[in-house]
């Protein structure tokens, strides 16, 4: 029996693993040389605009505060200077901060449900962002171009310039991520350390099964084959090279370990202090009780939270919301007084 699981975990990693493999550098480089490597200059302009988003309303306190609202950050970069789109919401001097990173072909809409539960609190701001690709950024005319790595220095300029750089006493920064988003969340971790208060994990732990990748990248290859790219890509507001790059190898060009189960991502969280949240589904294949149990001994001020009968990754309901302010609070919370009836 024994040999026989070995066999197929063998077999799975084999078919997955010219499909996720980085260059040979990135799997000798630690997590901190390939962010240095990746590193550009920070811009620091961004520039609000109308959203298009479904506006809440606006709640009317002593604060300046705003309901959702789409700006966009320049990134400038020689080779593909773009724009990245990002909403933001809530208190424009909040201590609180809460950036939300989607999963691989998520935008950030998909984290409006966010934007809502936190407008119901005083000092806390929310944004969500758009990858280079997918939703209001802008598209990079190349194929090959995006890239695990594009996407961590992406995020790492929003923050500093469009965060980091705003002048506030105080800054209590959580990175919550889905799937994808969460391992980008546990690698900006080595590049913020202490400016991060916490992270928060949306279904992802610290190792993806090579047969889960393989189950992932099976059903991906069964979508495509049923819809047109194209069409694919318009409804999922996602570039059909972004959809194309993310089957190519070396898309996932960070440092990892790998061995006979999986992709490790332990190397990402080393000599993290921070709080770790993770909230996972009771039915996820990508993080199972095992992965969860792994997690739990390498991270042991970790604070979890499972959803029953919930698959990959987690719907951010009421339950899921709290337990993310949760992580991000000192002390207890309480909602403002003027949207309590």
Known sequence: MKKKIFNALMEAKAEVINWIRPPIKYLTSTVAQVAQENAVPIATKFIPVESNLEALPLVPIGVVSISPETRYFQIQDEQYPRKIAYTVSGDMNAENILVCLPGLLETRTSFLGIHAYFLNFENYQVISVDFSGRGESDYIDQYGAYKMSLYLSDVSELIQGAVLAETRAHQRLTILGTSMGGVL????????????????????????????LYTLYKSMKNELGFKEVRELAKELSVDEKAIADVQLPGHFDLSYRANVWGMNFHEALEGFKGKVGLVYGGESKICTEQRVQEIKAFVPRLNAFEVLNAGHPVPFDDLVCDFIHSQMSLRPVSRRKDMVN
């Open 185 to 212: 969340a546990m690698y900006l971790t080595k590049i913020f350390d202490k400016k991060i208060n916490a992270i928060v994990l949306n279904d992802i732990a610290l190792t993806i099964n090579w047969t889960a």
